[in-house]
């Protein structure tokens, strides 16, 4: 082998690795997490109006939401906080609407993705940019949880209490106050956990429009011991 050809297999073999290494790269989980806090509320995120008209694909049964675009141009209006949908915590109740999660989307390629979001039908085309596309699509490819892992059939966590009030006093407590009371404005975080997918997602993804942190990098045992130790707190 010339020195020419060993140089020109030296190169492909590190191009190949290259690419090899790419392709099984870790998905971005600051994209991930945005992509979180626009499949809560994008318009928020982006700093837009609330669409006029209500979304087109939203069901007319669910008489309660379907004259309300700002709840139903939101992702997880239809879709449900855990991704489930109708497979999930809005099988039933004032949010079910029949349309199924996107935890089928989970592991898919972005770009098939953002073609779904840009069709005609979901109209996200003309709302959001390419980036803020990417990165919800990356949350739905890449940010599926096995809620089976943290929370209990009756809603409970499966954490450590003790250890969650140790992040929370560190890091929640500082926007929520010890008791969950702050802000005024919002209210008290104990009284929310009747609703421990919601509460888990802004917890992984941060709050839109808002500089609360988002935990997704760290082990989501973390944010399930916050939940444990947020349940402790007054709901009143």
Same mark, same amino acid.
């Given at each position: 082998?010339?020195?020419?050809? $060993? ?26 997490? $945005? ?38 141009? $939101? ?10 949908? /109708? ?26 993705? /953002?073609?779904? =979001? ?73 009284? =929310? ?10 917890? =992984? ?9 988002? %935990? $997704? ?15 402790? %707190?007054?709901?009143?």
């Amino acid at each position: 082998m010339t020195i020419l050809n $060993r140089a020109f297999a030296v190169l492909t073999a590190v191009s190949v690795g290259a690419v090899a290494t790419a392709a099984f790269a870790e998905p971005d989980q600051g994209s991930i997490a $945005r992509g979180g806090k626009l499949y809560d509320k994008w318009y928020k995120v982006v700093k837009a109006d609330v669409p006029a008209e209500s979304h087109p694909l939203y069901p007319a049964s669910n008489e309660k939401y379907a004259k309300d675009p700002a709840s139903n141009w $939101r992702c997880k209006e239809c879709h449900g906080w855990d991704g489930m949908g /109708v497979d999930g915590a809005y099988k039933s109740g004032s949010h079910a609407t029949g349309i199924k999660g996107i935890n089928g989307m989970a592991g898919a390629d972005p770009a098939a993705i /953002v073609a779904v =979001l840009t069709s005609a039908d979901h109209g996200f085309g003309d709302k959001l940019s390419e980036e803020n596309l990417n990165d919800l699509a990356n949350f739905v490819a890449y940010g599926s949880v096995d809620w089976s892992l943290y929370i209990n059939e009756d809603k409970s966590m499966k954490g450590d209490a003790a250890k969650g009030a140790q992040v929370y006093g560190t890091i929640c407590a500082n926007c929520h106050g010890a008791d969950g009371k702050e802000p005024k404005e919002m209210p008290p975080l104990g009284s =929310l956990m009747g609703n421990p997918w919601e509460v888990m997602q802004k917890v =992984l993804n941060g709050q839109p429009a808002e500089v609360m942190p988002a %935990l $997704r990098a760290i082990d989501h045992q973390v944010a399930a011991d916050i939940l444990a130790h947020i349940a402790t %707190l007054p709901q009143e």
